[in-house]
């Protein structure tokens, strides 16, 4: 195929996610593997597997097509028309849960409640109250929780005693799930949690009438009325989040901490020794780790931990071992530790960067001492810490009973490779069956400038020594939520390289405040999250440059989504004299319009540091405008609304600034779809003046 069909493969395997293996599950023998996987490489229909270790043999335990196609007979023609839609749109089984023995695996179709069998491979639809999200089966497999209309409820597994354990008891009440700043900012994805033994639950009350309203419409849709949602934007009011100990008849007692003090909850859980929470303060610097009694809800601190920015949150932690061993992290020396019972176990240099999970007294982390790199390891006491993976790239992983699935993006190959590891056994392969990239990667990882900032450059797969210079095109991400210069061939790879493919010379850099590289290098954009960052990109243009005389200055653009949309806009904006043209999708132009959480923990309380505020926010910047910029947004964004992008053309209009601007109509954060990229690559090609291919 030719290389311009990326754009469209791209669209069409959902960025290479369909047909690739994931969400495992491990059986507690270490014998046998669950897992989701569509049937192909463009086929988004999610179904459910199971993996046999010791014969190698896959068998596919839950069609969704098979399923409702079977219930067809007892549904109106609407709902089969509903629900046919449902299946081309929605993806099939997108997430599902177990209890402890993995003998029982529940999910949603359609808004409906199923239980699989996983031995039998039978799967029956349970007479819950709809529309059903976030089943959880308890770990002794006997009952299932799930949330519906706000309430949390309670079916036993053979579909009886169908309950409510938890009503919402105001209008703007719920129970059971995460409030917004917990999903999108802390990496809290679920307000409830089991006992071990399935006779209680843990679970947040989640009052949002003190949160602001905004409202997203669909301007293409004028008879469409608009969506109210639930949003807290920097300086006002969060959810107010309570914690519960419930009975099954719903009877239930409140979890008391200091919430004044701790207004976030950032984790909690119910395991052999109890509930627990972690809780934060507003500003983020102080982060307490709750054991909760379960008799009456009384908690006592299990560790408490401070920084004079703030404390990060790292994924998987608080956690216990099963011998009662509390794992944390602690920021000593510019290296990130991981802690049990408080005492280093990691040695320095090595950042920690996840726990993946506990089984026994194992813990099971992902860490790397080279910033484009994870790998992963395992720490037992008395015998300390063992590297599972030496292979470059970047690793993550499930563990139990001695069993490793490990799921690797490499340099040498494109996609995820997914293998199982057991003691004494080889191998096995866990079959991909996502589509091959339609163009390789020309791609060169190395370091630039003082600060050896991880930088890499892609080159068209045509170009050869003495074919002349490149316009330069600067591809990063560059913020605090991710890295995007890692040693693998990646999905954002991939574009960057089909950009390449176009003409350009493309870099990727990683500046200040990327995660990875250690907590001083976080903390690098305490108070400043653009003046760093865009430093960074423009001391990294230059360095190449001087290495790599193939690259052009005097045609040098940018381009970025979300963080870096606003990077790309504070580029052609604060540096023109380095950038000729910038593509700016999803930007947050005005500070504070961003989430209190995510955005306060950076730059602090507005109305503390309205400076800082002013300094991060583009919008005082229009007048200065003098490159081309072509704004992009999605009209149905409830991550970053689109009144950034509308905000910032219209300080551009009155500023007399021409730009551009491209709505999305109906498409969220992340849109996917090949004619943003091709009207990018031809906004750059007019702005350039390299005329049209």
């Not at 190698?56 to 067809?72: C, N, Y």
């Not at 849709?221 to 969506?227: D, N, V």
């Not at 069956?433 to 900032?453: D, K, S």
């Not at 023109?576 to 593509?583: G, L, R, S, Y």
Request: aromatic share 6%.
């Amino acid at each position: 195929m030719p290389t311009d069909t990326l754009p469209q493969q791209l669209a069409r395997t959902r960025r290479f996610a369909l047909g690739l293996p994931g969400r495992f599950t491990v059986s507690p023998d270490g014998a046998g593997v669950l897992f989701l996987r569509s049937r192909a490489g463009d086929d988004p229909v999610g179904c459910l597997w199971s993996l046999d270790l010791d014969t190698g043999r896959e068998r596919l335990l839950v069609d969704p097509a098979a399923l409702l196609g079977g219930a067809a007979e007892e549904l109106s023609h609407a709902e089969r028309t509903r629900r046919e839609r449902a299946r081309e749109l929605g993806g099939g089984i997108v997430a599902y849960t177990t209890d402890a023995a993995a003998a029982l695996a529940v999910f949603t179709l359609s808004g409906d409640l199923w239980a699989a069998d996983t031995r039998s491979g039978t799967a029956r639809r349970l007479p819950a109250a709809g529309p059903v999200v976030e089943p959880r089966p308890d770990p002794t497999g006997r009952r299932i929780a799930y949330l519906s209309a706000g309430a949390l409820r309670v079916i036993e597994a053979d579909g009886t005693g169908d309950r409510a354990v938890a009503v919402p008891d105001g209008p703007e009440v719920t129970f059971g799930r995460a409030e917004h700043v917990a999903a999108e900012s802390m990496g809290r994805h679920r307000g409830y949690w089991w006992s071990p033994d399935g006779e209680r639950l843990l679970l947040a009350r989640v009052d949002e009438s003190r949160v602001t309203v905004w409202h997203i419409a669909d301007p293409a849709e004028p008879g469409r009325p608009p969506r109210a949602v639930r949003y807290p934007p920097v300086g006002t009011a969060n959810a107010e989040v309570t914690l519960w100990l419930a009975e099954l008849d719903g009877t239930r007692a409140e979890v008391r901490w200091d919430r004044a003090g701790f207004e976030y909850l950032t984790a909690a859980g119910w395991d052999r020794h109890g509930p627990f929470a972690a809780v934060q303060t507003r500003d983020q610097r102080t982060v307490r780790v709750l054991a909760v009694d379960p008799a009456d809800g009384t908690t006592t601190v299990l560790h408490e931990q401070r920084d004079a920015h703030w404390v990060q949150l790292v994924p998987g932690l608080p956690a216990r071992t099963a011998g009662g061993a509390l794992l944390g992290f602690a920021d000593l020396d510019g290296t990130r530790h991981l802690t049990v019972a408080g005492t280093p176990v990691t040695e320095p240099g090595l950042q920690l960067h996840e726990v993946l999970g506990v089984d026994g007294e194992e813990v099971l982390f992902a860490a790397a001492a080279e910033a484009t790199e994870t790998h992963l390891f395992t720490h037992r006491p008395g015998h300390g810490v063992r590297r599972l993976t030496e292979h470059p790239g970047v690793h993550t992983g499930v563990r139990r009973a001695g069993t490793l699935v490990r799921s690797s993006l490499s340099p040498d190959r494109p996609g995820t490779r997914v293998t199982v590891h057991r003691a004494d056994r080889p191998a096995l392969d866990v079959a991909s069956l996502a589509e091959t990239p339609v163009l390789a990667q020309r791609r060169l990882l190395t370091t630039a400038g003082p600060r050896a900032l991880p930088t890499v450059l892609h080159l068209p797969g045509w170009y050869r020594p003495g074919d002349g210079p490149l316009p330069v095109l600067l591809d990063p991400y560059a913020g605090p939520a991710m890295r995007k210069v890692v040693n693998a061939q990646t999905g954002s790879g991939l574009v960057s390289q089909w950009f390449a493919e176009q003409g350009f010379a493309v870099l990727v850099v990683d500046g200040a405040g990327v995660p990875g590289r250690g907590p001083r290098w976080e903390r690098e954009v305490a108070g400043d999250v653009l003046g760093p960052a865009l430093d960074d990109q423009v001391a990294a243009l230059h360095a190449m440059a001087g290495r790599h005389p193939e690259l052009d200055l005097s045609r040098a653009a940018i381009r970025g989504w979300s963080y870096s949309g606003t990077l790309a806009a504070a580029a052609v904006l604060r540096r023109p004299d380095v950038f000729h043209a910038a593509v700016a999708g999803a930007p947050v132009t005005d500070q504070r319009l961003y989430d209190t959480h995510w955005r306060e923990r950076f730059l602090g309380h507005p109305d503390e540091h309205p400076d800082r505020y002013d300094a991060s926010s583009l919008l005082l910047d229009a007048p200065k405008l003098s490159r081309p910029l072509l704004l992009v947004h999605g009209l149905a964004d409830d991550n970053v609304f689109p009144a950034h992008t509308l905000r910032l053309s219209g300080a551009l209009l009155a500023a007399g600034r021409p730009h551009e601007v491209l709505p999305l109509g109906g498409a969220t954060h992340s849109p996917v779809g090949q004619r943003v990229l091709e009207h990018s690559l031809d906004f750059l090609r007019r702005s350039l003046g390299l005329g049209v291919a």
